[in-house]
């Protein structure tokens, strides 16, 4: 949760439950130098620790359809966020991690 937390102070004004980026600018800086959407990665993270502390499958799989609805936003997003900011491919080239740290994890959940 703290890596949620700390995204959702790093946006500041910029924080909007909408696919659509804000005119504040796109943000790479903190946490955001590290991965793309941090707000998420803090979510799953929180989701996967409890589905395990609980023991729960049920909750695990919840968690993996979460992730799903997730990224699919966050491509859904990022699309917008270049029609608005083409300079972003090149934060996306930087920070390949979408909800990871791009050399923590294998490339498929990076991406």
Same mark, same amino acid.
């Not at 608005?84 to 923590?104: S, W």
């Given at each position: 949760l703290g890596v949620t937390l700390i995204s959702l102070v790093d946006l500041g004004d910029s924080l909007s439950p909408w696919p659509v980026p804000s005119d504040n600018g796109i943000k790479t800086s903190g946490i955001y130098a590290e991965i793309r959407h941090p707000t998420y990665a803090g979510l799953i993270a929180a989701c996967i620790g409890i589905s395990i502390i609980s023991g729960s499958a049920t909750r695990l799989l919840l968690t993996f359809a979460l992730f799903s609805l997730l990224n699919t936003k966050a491509e859904k997003e990022e699309v917008e966020i270049?029609?608005?900011? *083409? !300079?972003?491919?090149?934060?996306?080239?930087?920070?390949?991690?979408?909800?990871? *740290? !791009?050399?923590?994890?294998p490339d498929f959940l990076s991406k």
């Open positions: 270049l029609k608005k900011y *083409p !300079d972003y491919a090149d934060y996306q080239k930087k920070v390949k991690g979408r909800f990871f *740290p !791009d050399d923590l994890v």
